[in-house]
């Protein structure tokens, strides 16, 4: 893939990501769980991009990295990376679901690992042994730039798609 395609296709899949990070944060919003002493309805909705978000990038960042060191399955580890990430905000969900208010501080400290997993998934990606040298080299700069632009179009989609679609409307 030439670095043109690999950051278009980081754009589209950017701004695919930000949207349906908004619909996503809509529907909890509206229609999301709630119990005794905590919702997920209307600002508890913002667990959804402050926890899915990050974890999207991580798995974003991480295939990059993967794909710039020659793994053949770059797509596939970066998609771990990323559920990695959700699975963190599945357990900070599911504490405050079978622990009601007494998880809420569990709860929040979960929300520390999602962001540091956004951080620490392309950084073991870098460090993890590579099968083998790539046999052409590869540009740098497509790379960095293909993430940068997943993460502004993410964040941009998502933005726009919330003037459109108010999580909390």
Do not use: C
Request: aromatic share 10%.
């Amino acid at each position: 893939m030439k670095t043109s395609r690999l950051v278009l296709s980081a754009v589209v899949i950017g701004l695919l990501a930000g949207v349906l990070l908004d619909v996503a944060t809509f529907l909890v919003a509206r229609y999301g769980p709630q119990a005794d002493s905590w919702s997920f309805r209307g600002n508890g909705a913002l667990s959804v991009p402050f926890g899915l978000g990050p974890a999207v990038l991580a798995g974003f960042w991480a295939a990059l990295v993967f794909r710039f060191r020659g793994f053949a399955r770059w797509l596939l580890l970066g998609l771990a990376a990323a559920l990695v990430g959700t699975a963190f905000l599945l357990v900070s969900v599911l504490v405050l679901v079978l622990f009601n208010s007494g998880g809420m501080g569990v709860s929040s400290a979960m929300s520390l690992f999602i962001l540091a997993w956004m951080v620490l998934a392309p950084i073991l990606a870098a460090v993890v042994p590579a099968p083998k040298p790539r046999p052409e080299p590869q540009e740098v700069g497509g790379h960095v730039g293909a993430g940068v632009l997943i993460t502004v179009a993410l964040v941009v989609a998502f933005y726009a798609a919330a003037l459109v679609l108010a999580p909390g409307s």
